[in-house]
């Protein structure tokens, strides 16, 4: 059973929370996300970030996906945190039902956030990655490595690619294509395979910078 950590000051959010998955993971709660635990999904309020931007950069943690719940947080806010490495965002105010729908698409690897902001995070992403030092020479390999993955992958592969880049989920691309969703996930796999990528925000990126 998955396991799913709380994070909040909230006592009765805490509650609702637990009460609403229970049912289907293992549940906790967490005191500091900079310690040593162990969580499949760990579940931010975020009023937690707002009194400490320095969460922003756990996020990245490769063992967890994070979900951060907050009231009407900004878009932009939204996409920093996606930025960051954060797997989505949901209003507290969303119903039970939509909680666990981002979090069972979460721990599939999908990004739970609207979808006209997935083309914003993905300009952020990139515009951090080139904020870093690097070389002419540096950029030109890594363009030249990355053309060559793309390569490897078929034509149905790179349709995939190319749709997931533009935010549609895994029915909207069967249905576009004619295939099944089983066969949909099939070719993500693949895909995630032969670019030795995490999920479908990188695979965006990637397909943003290199396709």
């Known amino acids: ?23 289907y993971y293992q549940t906790d ?9 162990t969580a499949d999904v760990a579940i931010v309020d975020a009023d937690k970030i707002i009194e400490n931007q ?16 907050g009231t009407d947080w900004s878009e932009e806010n939204q996409i920093k945190a996606i930025a960051s490495g954060a797997a989505g965002y949901c209003n507290k105010t969303e119903p039970s039902n939509l909680l666990l729908q ?5 721990l599939k690897g999908d990004i739970w956030i609207q979808r006209h902001l997935v083309s ?6 990139v515009k951090m990655k080139y904020a870093k030092a690097e070389t002419e020479a540096d950029q030109v390999s890594r363009q030249a490595e990355s053309s060559k ?21 895994n029915k909207a691309i069967a249905s576009s294509l004619f295939i099944s969703e089983r066969t949909v996930k099939a070719h993500l796999t693949s895909i995630f395979k032969k670019l030795s990528i995490p999920d479908r925000l990188h695979l965006a990126l990637f ?3 290199f396709g």
């Open 102 to 106: 981002a979090i069972e698409r979460i």
């Open 149 to 169: 993955l793309l390569l490897t992958l078929s034509s149905r592969e790179r349709d995939v690619a190319k749709m997931i880049c533009s935010g549609e989920s």
């Open 29 to 37: 709660t967490v005191s500091d996300l900079a310690s040593d635990f």
């Open 207 to 209: 397909i943003k910078e």
């Open 120 to 125: 914003q995070v993905i300009g952020a992403l």
């Open 1 to 23: 059973m998955n396991r799913v950590l709380f994070f909040s000051d909230n006592k009765k959010l805490i509650t609702f929370w637990s009460s609403v998955l229970s049912s």
């Open 54 to 69: 320095n969460l922003l950069t756990i996020f990245n943690r490769q063992t967890t996906r994070f979900l951060i719940i």
